[in-house]
């Protein structure tokens, strides 16, 4: 069974910090990786994608990649209370079918 | 640009009752869709996905079934719902593989189920 993990927090920040969120994939053949973002209630929202090793920036997030690890991070610079939400960390299946989700990382920025 | 609609935004329905839940996509042709279901405690799980009208596959055993009678339309279905059933249901739309951004998936705004 291919598994995505994520610490379930709550990640606690203040406001204009960095905050960083983990996740790690156990599919060493996976080659597609994203980060959405769900707020409570509603359903989740894509934010970044990323395909290669390395970093990809896309405003206050940089995604990062590392395959050898098996490693994808995403980092929220000068975080805002608008950011306080669940971050779901998602691997495409080998098939290409089937987005595989971790259960989700809660952040909490504090003004 | 693409929308993705969704309804019944809320439903809450006995044990034992039918369930028909629809989901279409606006502004693309061919897409991949899928259903997905968030229970309370666990993560997203796939259900469904279709790569063309009448093509279903199912990622799990379960009580449901889904259809796909037109190219931007998907229909989630049960003929009697378990309690175990509750849940977030999600429909996501793609690009066809070889089209656009490959495999990032695009969710509609739900539909939560209660099942009393």
């Known amino acids: 069974q291919k598994e995505v993990e994520q610490n379930s927090g709550p990640l606690s920040v203040p406001e204009g910090a960095i905050a960083s969120l983990n996740c790690t994939y156990s599919d060493r053949g996976s080659q597609s990786f994203f980060w959405y973002r769900q707020y409570s209630g509603k359903s989740p929202e894509l934010i970044m994608s990323?395909?290669?090793?390395g970093d990809k920036e896309d405003g206050r997030f940089t995604a990062q990649l590392n395959k050898a690890s098996q490693y994808v991070s995403l980092l929220i610079r000068d975080s805002q209370p608008s950011d306080s939400a669940t971050y779901l960390c998602a691997v495409i299946n080998q098939a290409g079918t089937a987005l595989i989700f971790g259960k989700g990382t809660t952040l909490s920025v504090s003004s | 640009s693409q929308t993705i609609h969704q309804w019944p935004a809320t439903l809450v329905q006995p044990v034992g009752s039918p369930l028909s839940l629809e989901c279409t996509v606006e502004?693309?042709?061919?897409?991949?869709l899928y259903w997905y279901r968030q229970a309370a405690g666990r993560g997203l799980q796939l259900l469904f996905y279709s790569v063309g009208i009448g093509q279903i596959s199912s990622e799990v055993p379960q009580n449901l079934s889904a259809s796909r009678p037109q190219d931007r339309q998907f229909i989630l279905s049960s003929k009697k719902l378990l309690l175990s059933d509750s849940g977030f249901y999600l429909c996501?739309?793609?690009?066809?593989?070889?089209?656009?951004?490959?495999?990032?998936?695009?969710f509609g705004p739900g539909t939560r189920l209660t099942v009393l």
């Open positions: 990323i395909y290669s090793n």
């Open positions: 996501a739309w793609s690009f066809l593989a070889g089209t656009g951004t490959y495999n990032e998936q695009f």
């Open positions: 502004g693309t042709s061919n897409p991949n």
